[in-house]
């Protein structure tokens, strides 16, 4: 199969966000279980739980990945604390799906097939995440990420340069007439 995906120098905001973002943006309250892996595209995708229990993943893609970093070490710590809560016999730290982070993510819904063992189809659906907000170790809100870079209108964008010609022109004949 041949790969059709431009070379990373040529891809602009307005074109990754078109890429990522095809469906209608909204705000999502999502519990971030600390495990992470990343797909063939190399962006981060995290297990995260929405009501009423459904798995998910979250996924932070582009640009977007370095302001994840923030967030990554925020669910590092929270692990590391989980450990230390299972290592003294805490029983409700053992499974990692007990560790949860709440946070507020703003992007878009991506459903996906991939087939099980046996060969069916299984759905299951992964969130594109734009933007984030997560509360802090000191209790401060921090919010990362940006809003999906909307297409700009070509049309408006041609009326806009022409009416510039016109003005110009103008310009220049009643300069000329003086």
């Not at 798995?55 to 582009?62: L, S």
């Not at 929270?78 to 230390?84: D, K, N, S, W």
């Not at 990362?144 to 070509?154: F, K, M, N, S």
């Amino acid at each position: 199969m041949t790969n059709r995906r431009r070379p990373p120098s040529q891809i602009t905001p307005q074109i990754e966000d078109a890429g990522l973002f095809k469906r209608e943006v909204r705000d999502v309250p999502v519990e971030l279980v600390p495990v992470f892996s990343r797909n063939n595209r190399r962006d981060l995708v995290v297990k995260g739980i929405v009501r009423p229990g459904t798995e998910i993943e979250v996924v932070f893609a582009g640009r977007r990945l370095r302001e994840a970093a923030a967030l990554v070490e925020r669910m590092k710590k929270l692990r590391a604390q989980g450990v230390r809560a299972a290592m003294t016999g805490h029983d409700a730290m053992v499974r990692i799906q007990q560790l949860r982070l709440p946070v507020q993510v703003r992007g878009t819904w991506r459903l996906r097939f991939e087939p099980d063992t046996s060969g069916w189809e299984v759905k299951s659906y992964q969130l594109l995440a734009a933007q984030w907000a997560f509360t802090d170790l000191d209790g401060s809100t921090v919010v990362c990420g940006w809003p999906p870079e909307q297409p700009q209108d070509r049309r408006l964008e041609r009326a806009r340069a022409a009416r510039a010609r016109q003005a110009a022109t103008l310009a220049a004949t009643a300069a000329r007439s003086r």
